[in-house]
């Protein structure tokens, strides 16, 4: 009996560390995620907002999951080189400029980018930095 019972608390402990422990690629995201976030609160939360609500009629909200995914591919483009162009969520036009974040590096911006895509109802998963080199590339 006695031996039955270490037998399984062993093997209870041993599958609890398997199953706690993440794997790398989680682990990365994860890193992302809270780097994004403290580069988010200082480039981009006096205007988005806290929770990504956006500024009334001035600055769209980032809690569009169809329109971040939508548009994922630009999002990069946006952050680095800001933006004049209207942009309609949920049938409302926001026509505030965008600044530039030129300063930012690509894996500043694929930093944000997970945060955002992963906050605010999003669920989208990882952004490499070089997915950033290519989408920059591409930047119109």
């Known amino acids: 009996m006695r031996k039955t019972l270490l037998t399984f608390l062993t093997l209870s402990v041993i599958a609890s560390i398997i199953y706690s422990c ?9 890193i992302y995620y809270t780097n994004g976030r403290d580069l988010y609160i200082k480039h981009c939360q006096n205007c988005h907002g806290a929770n990504g609500e956006g500024l009334g ?13 939508q548009n ?8 680095k080189n800001g933006s004049d162009t209207t942009v309609t969520i949920h049938n409302q036009d926001y026509e ?17 980018i997970v945060y955002i895509t992963n906050s ?3 669920k989208q998963g990882m952004y490499k930095p070089e ?10």
Do not use: H
């Not at 009629?57 to 971040?68: E, R």
């Not at 994922?72 to 952050?79: D, E, P, R």
């Not at 505030?96 to 944000?112: E, H, V, Y």
């Open 131 to 140: 997915q950033i080199a290519e989408d920059l590339k591409n930047c119109k």
């Open 96 to 112: 505030g400029k965008m600044p530039d974040n030129a300063q930012l590096f690509d894996i500043d911006i694929a930093q944000l």
């Open 22 to 30: 993440q794997n790398s690629d989680e682990l990365k995201q994860q």
């Open 120 to 122: 605010y109802g999003n």
């Open 57 to 69: 009629k001035l600055v769209p909200p980032l809690t569009d999951t169809v329109y971040l995914k």
């Open 72 to 79: 994922k591919q630009k999002l990069a483009c946006l952050i």
